[in-house]
């Protein structure tokens, strides 16, 4: 299941992609308008902009805005950013890939199933844009 940190993130960068020519988003703003806290929703845009998803501006007319456009983030990208491994075990990760410790992935039947779960995941996931969670 996604975290709220992930959905929340996901409701902020949709907010502001419907309406990406309005920027500069004030955090208030944003957490007002998709009822997000606006202490949890600050340190989400703070690791976004750290990542080079978003970025900021100080002052009067000052906000988050897009550092990218958003028909070209991914939803893995958030994902990932958000939640760390999308792969539902560590020896299956393409990304955070650990060894299980008691276990043989060439004879190990779920590691076979999880690498077509995630891979299943991935395609879906890679090719969804930000703009994708848009409804007009």
């Known amino acids: 299941m996604?975290?709220?940190k992930t959905q929340y993130a996901f409701k902020a960068l949709t907010f502001m992609a419907e309406q990406q020519h309005s920027g500069p988003f004030l955090i208030a703003e944003i957490?007002?308008?998709?009822?997000i806290p606006l202490k949890f929703l600050e340190s989400i845009l703070l690791e976004l902009k750290k990542a080079g998803i978003l970025n900021s501006k100080k002052g009067k007319g000052g906000g988050y805005f897009y550092n990218a456009a958003p028909d070209t983030?991914?939803?893995a990208t958030i994902m990932r950013l958000m939640e760390g491994p999308i792969a539902l075990l560590p020896c299956v990760s393409l990304n955070f890939y650990q060894k299980c410790e008691d276990c043989?992935?060439?004879?190990?039947?779920?590691?076979?199933?999880?690498?077509?779960?995630?891979?299943?995941?991935?395609?879906?996931?890679?090719?969804?844009?930000i703009t994708d969670l848009v409804i007009s």
């Open 2 to 4: 996604l975290s709220k």
């Open 31 to 35: 957490a007002d308008k998709k009822k």
């Open 73 to 75: 983030i991914s939803l």
């Open 104 to 129: 043989n992935e060439e004879k190990c039947g779920l590691n076979k199933t999880m690498v077509q779960v995630r891979d299943q995941t991935l395609t879906i996931l890679e090719n969804k844009k």
